[in-house]
C-alpha cells in the first residue's frame, strides 16, 4: 500500500472544515490555526490556505520556511499571489461549492479546479484533488473567476430571491414552503433540459400585460419591483 | 365503485396535457381542443380551462351553453372573470407547478388552491384536486396572485439566472454542468433552512472588492452586471 501524504489544511471556517472531513480517512491532515502557524508540518507534501480571500496574502507572510506545494482554495484569487513569496511550487486547489459545517456532502461530486505553478506540481494538486472527487480538471485563474460569478449567479441571486419570496409571502400571509415543489421541479428540469429550454413563465410568453399587473401589485414592494422589471426584461430580450 | 367523473379539459398548453396525464385513469376527460369547443361534453360536472391567461375571456365568449362547474387554472386570473358569462357555477383550480411536457411529474405533491363561486363549487374542485394532489388548499384571488409572483421570484427568475450562467460559461470556454453539484446543495439548503440563513457570497459577507472586481468582469455583459449590482444590493440591505 501506498504511503498516505502528509498534508497541512489552514484555517477554520466551512471549506476547511469540510476538506478535513474528507481527507481524514485517506491521507495525514494536520489542522492547522491560522494563528499558530509554527504547527504547520515543514515537511508536509501539500499545504492548503484555506481562509477568506483577503486572509490569503497576510497568511503567506507569516509562512514559515516550508517544502511541498502550497495552495489556496480561493475562486476568485489569482495564482500571482503566490509571487516574491519565497515559495517554489504554488497553485490553487478550489472546489465549486457551497459549504456548511452543519450539511454533510457527497465529496466525490465536487468539482475541483488546480492550476499548479509548474505542470508537476499540477499533477500533485490534481492527484490529491482525486483521492476524494471523481470531478477534477485544470483551470486557469481568468476561468476560475468566470466559474466563481456563475457560480454567484447560480446560488447566491438563486437563494436570495428565494429569500425575497419568503419574505413577500410572509407578508401576504402565505407560507413559502408551498413554493418547494415547484423549486425542486425547477432544479430538477435542468437536469435534462438546458435551461434556456426550461424557462416558462411570463416574460418568456411575452404576456406584457400579466407583467404589468404584478408590478402595480408589486408598488409596496419597490425592491422586488426593480428586481421583477430587469429580469423580465433580460427575458424578453434574451 | 363510485362513478367516474366526467371532465373537459379544454387547451392544448403544458398544464393541460398534465392534468390529462394525471385524470386519465381516475375520471373520463374529454380532452377540447381550444377552436373546437363544439366537442365539449355539455353535461361534464367539471369544465376546466386551461389556456393562456390571456385567452380565457374569449373561451368563456364561445363556450356553449354547458352544466357543471366551470373553471380555469390561471394564478393570476381573478375569478371575477367569470362574472355576467352566464355560468352559474365556477371557480379557479390553480396548480402551482411549472409544467413541461417532456418532464414527468409528481401529482400528489403539486399544491392546488381552489376558488368557488359558492362553498358547494368550491367543495367539488376541492374533491376533484385531492383525486390526485395530497396538497389541495382553498385561496382566494388576491392570495393567488401573490402565490404566482412569489412562483415568478422562485422559479422563473431563477432558471433565468441558470440562463445567464450557461450562456456566461459557454462564452469563457466552460460548461454549465459543474454548477449543478453546487446548485442542487443550494437547493437542498432550503429544506431544512430558512433562505435567509442559507445566504452565502461576496454580498451578504460585505465583500465589496470582490463585487467590484466581478462588475469589472461583467463589463463586456452590461446585462449580467446591471443584474449582480442590483441583486447585490438587494442582498446587502436586505
Excluded at 7 to 24: D, F, P, Q, T
Excluded at 41 to 54: G, L, Y
Amino acid at each position: 500500500m501506498k504511503k498516505r501524504m502528509t498534508v497541512n489544511i489552514i484555517g477554520r471556517g466551512n471549506v476547511a472544515y469540510h476538506l478535513n472531513m474528507a481527507y481524514k480517512n485517506v491521507a495525514e491532515i494536520i489542522e492547522v490555526n491560522p494563528h499558530t502557524l509554527e504547527e504547520l508540518n515543514p515537511e508536509a507534501e501539500i499545504t492548503i490556505i484555506s481562509v477568506t480571500d483577503s486572509a490569503i496574502a497576510e497568511i503567506l507572510e507569516r509562512l514559515p520556511p516550508i517544502q511541498g506545494v502550497v495552495a489556496h482554495t480561493s475562486g476568485s484569487t489569482p495564482i500571482d499571489i503566490f509571487k516574491g513569496q519565497g515559495i517554489n511550487n504554488f497553485g490553487v486547489f478550489y472546489p465549486l461549492q457551497t459549504f456548511s459545517k452543519a450539511k454533510a456532502l457527497n465529496y466525490k461530486e465536487i468539482p475541483f479546479y488546480i492550476e499548479g505553478s509548474d505542470e508537476k506540481t499540477a499533477e500533485i494538486l490534481f492527484n490529491f484533488a482525486s483521492l476524494i472527487s471523481n470531478n477534477v480538471r485544470l483551470a486557469d485563474s481568468s476561468q476560475r473567476k468566470s466559474l466563481h460569478i456563475a457560480a454567484v449567479f447560480s446560488c447566491n441571486f438563486v437563494n436570495h430571491l428565494w429569500t425575497l419570496s419568503e419574505k413577500y409571502l410572509k407578508e401576504e400571509g402565505l407560507q413559502f414552503s408551498d413554493l418547494i415543489p415547484l423549486i425542486k421541479e425547477t432544479m430538477e428540469k435542468i437536469m435534462t433540459l438546458s435551461p434556456s429550454d426550461a424557462q416558462t413563465g411570463p416574460a418568456v410568453r411575452g404576456d406584457i400585460n400579466m407583467i404589468q399587473s404584478h408590478l402595480q401589485l408589486l408598488e409596496e414592494f419597490p425592491n422586488m419591483k426593480n428586481i421583477y422589471k430587469l429580469l423580465s426584461e433580460s427575458i424578453i430580450n434574451n
